[in-house]
């Protein structure tokens, strides 16, 4: 059995069977049945599996997602937004609004309304993990569909979002010599880090795997190469992966250091059993 998916985001191919995916391709969001179709934002599935997804997003200049009188959660999964690109502000029904850029994190909670405006002149791009299964693939709204917002009735729970910047957070030493994680966020079965990869991390050892957790990351900046078992195959910035459980591996840079934004599906860095692998390399 398969147990990685490797995907060159920015064109839709999956690097490892050649096949271009028809869900992994810009569309306009939202969607889905009752809501409008909004221009201004795009998004793509890059992966819907049982633990986690990730999706990319786009937003125009003043764009507001969403484009409604009220804001966007969903029912039954939590999510962390990277922002790669732009700036912007992050309104919550509380009356808080935070000014963000690219680098910065969100987290909200599963059942947590968000909503957030483009202020930047060349646009924002988001790199969005969410936990739980495919069950619920679009997000429901608060506003003309769902009702007017009743600051008495609550939808989210204490601690429902959080904002955070970049450069923040724990160093994790979770892979080795050659490698840097900055641990954003632990939450509900999804937790997050900031990784750098330099060239020496492919000397450091042989093939890692993290057993009891799948692992998947978007390669935001630099070069390099995903070294599997069977096959070598390379990564560059929109480049993808997915590995399940138990999955060998290990990374190297080939180009400066390779940055990424990388998710578990875990609650904390304490429930991730990485081990090294019994096939050496």
Not at 22 to 42: E, I, K, M, Q, Y
Not at 57 to 85: D, K, M, N, T, W
Not at 151 to 162: A, I, K, N, S, T
Request: include cysteine; charge should be negative.
């Amino acid at each position: 059995m398969q147990l990685y998916k490797v995907v060159d985001s920015e064109r839709g191919l999956d690097l490892v069977s050649g096949e271009y995916l028809p869900g992994c391709r810009w569309a306009a969001a939202p969607s889905f049945s009752g809501c409008p179709v909004d221009p201004g934002n795009l998004g793509k599935v890059i992966f819907d599996e049982e633990r986690m997804s990730l999706v990319r997003a786009l937003q125009e200049p003043g764009v507001c997602s969403p484009e409604l009188p009220g804001y966007v959660f969903h029912e039954r999964r939590a999510e962390i937004e990277y922002l790669s690109a732009g700036e912007g502000v992050a309104s919550y029904p509380d009356g808080s609004s935070h000014p963000v850029a690219a680098g910065d994190c969100l987290f909200h909670r599963e059942g947590q309304p968000h909503r957030l405006l483009c202020t930047g002149g060349e646009g924002l791009e988001l790199c969005v993990g969410l936990n739980g299964t495919d069950s619920e693939r679009y997000p429901g709204q608060l506003g003309q569909s769902r009702g007017e917002w009743k600051p008495d009735v609550p939808y989210r729970e204490e601690g429902g979002y959080r904002v955070l910047p970049a450069g923040q957070g724990p160093d994790w030493d979770g892979w080795g010599p050659g490698c840097r994680l900055t641990l954003t966020c632990e939450s509900p079965g999804l937790t997050s880090a900031r990784a750098l990869v330099g060239p020496e991390a492919a000397f450091a050892g042989g093939f890692c795997q993290n057993d009891g957790a799948d692992e998947m990351a978007l390669v935001v900046g630099g070069e390099g190469l995903l070294l599997l078992p069977d096959r070598i195959l390379p990564l560059r910035k929109n480049t993808a992966y997915y590995l399940f459980a138990g999955q060998p591996y290990k990374l190297a840079a080939t180009g400066g250091a390779l940055e990424l934004f990388v998710y578990w599906s875990v609650s904390s860095t304490g429930e991730i059993e990485r081990r090294e692998s019994e096939l050496s390399f």
